[in-house]
C-alpha cells in the first residue's frame, strides 16, 4: 500500500513542483486538492498478459520525473495502451520496482481530437 500512494504521490507531484520554487505551487494557485484513486497493481508480467488478452497495445510511453522538471531523475514511467474497441488504459511502473504495474486508469468510448491527426494522404 506504501509503493501505491508513493507512485500516486510521484504521478501527481509533477503538477505541484512545475513552476519555478519562486512561484507558489498549482494546489494553492488553482485551488487543487490531493484525492485518493483507485487502482489496481499486479507484476508488469501480468498486467501485460491482461492487456494481451483485452487486445490492448501500447502506443506510447513517457516518464516523470523528479520534482517535475525535465533535468530530474526518473521517477516513473507510464506506458499508454489503446484497443481497438476504443478503450485505454495507462500502466504505471517504478525504476525501484520495476516488475510492477499498476494500471492507473482504463476509459470506454475514446475519441481522438480531430486536429491532432494527420490528414489523408
Request: glycine share 4%; with cysteine.
Amino acid at each position: 500500500m506504501k509503493k501505491l500512494i508513493l507512485i500516486l504521490s510521484l504521478l501527481f507531484a509533477t503538477f505541484a513542483f512545475a513552476e519555478h520554487e519562486e512561484h507558489e505551487s498549482d494546489i494553492k494557485k488553482y485551488n487543487f486538492w490531493w484525492e485518493q484513486i483507485p487502482v489496481v497493481c499486479s507484476t508488469s508480467d501480468e498486467i501485460t498478459r491482461w492487456a494481451n488478452d483485452k487486445n490492448f497495445i501500447p502506443v506510447n510511453m513517457s516518464v516523470g520525473r523528479e520534482n517535475g522538471v525535465p533535468e530530474g531523475e526518473i521517477v516513473y514511467v507510464v506506458i499508454y495502451y489503446i484497443n481497438d474497441t476504443g478503450q485505454t488504459f495507462a500502466s504505471v511502473s517504478t525504476p525501484d520496482s520495476p516488475g510492477q504495474s499498476c494500471v492507473v486508469f482504463r476509459t470506454f468510448d475514446l475519441r481522438i481530437n480531430e486536429g491532432l491527426q494527420k490528414p489523408a494522404l
